[in-house]
């Protein structure tokens, strides 16, 4: 019988929890049971393998940044609402590392619940993009784009790429300022 207040969606909760204190790459099942206080053996009566816990933490942690994004964009347009929404997206990158590396992980053909949260994010950028008139193929180039430039700028921040005195802050708010005006431009 399944350990009373353990869940699937709880295994989930704290495994991003631990994601975050210790790196996406550093969770284990072990870990997970420990911050529980039971032995390992009692998590597969709720998740059958790591490989599904971190599905799980995936799937959960597109649908946080994808509300965060959301919530950022909404009642904004244009330059306005793409500076929120990419501010929203370093903030969550910043706040929860471990959930934020989970995040980015593409869905498995299939998977219709992650691969539907997957598309949220999408939807998020697309409906910010389309004040810029773009449509057809040219949104997914440059969601494509968009995503690359701030994954790029999030990563090499929490790996402590710019070790240089300039405010970084600054320097996010001009790429992000250079990306609309390109847009506005195009």
């Known amino acids: 019988m399944p350990r009373a207040g353990l869940s699937r969606p709880l295994l989930a909760a704290r495994g991003a929890e631990i994601a975050d204190e210790k790196g996406w790459e550093q969770l284990t099942l072990a870990g997970v049971a420990g911050a529980f206080g039971v032995r390992l053996p009692s998590l597969y009566k709720h998740v059958g393998s790591l490989a599904e816990l971190r599905r799980d933490i995936s799937a959960r942690s597109a649908r946080e940044l ?8 909404v009642g904004r347009s244009g330059p306005p ?10 903030d969550f990158a910043r706040r929860y590392p471990g959930r934020y590396a989970a995040s980015v992980i593409a869905p498995v053909p299939g998977d ?4 539907q949260v997957a598309t949220r994010i999408l939807e998020v950028l697309a409906a910010v993009l389309a004040e810029f008139g773009l449509a057809g193929d040219d949104v997914i180039h440059v969601i494509r784009a968009l995503r ?19 405010d970084l802050d600054e320097s996010y708010r001009r790429m992000v ?6 847009l506005t431009r195009s």
């Open 177 to 182: 300022a250079g990306f609309a005006a390109g």
């Open 66 to 73: 994808a509300d965060v994004m959301t919530d950022a964009a």
């Open 112 to 115: 219709f619940e992650h691969e």
């Open 148 to 166: 690359s430039m701030m994954h790029g700028f999030v990563a090499l921040e929490a790996a402590g790429g710019f070790a240089m005195p300039q």
């Open 81 to 90: 609402a793409l500076h929120a929404m990419a501010d929203a997206y370093r």
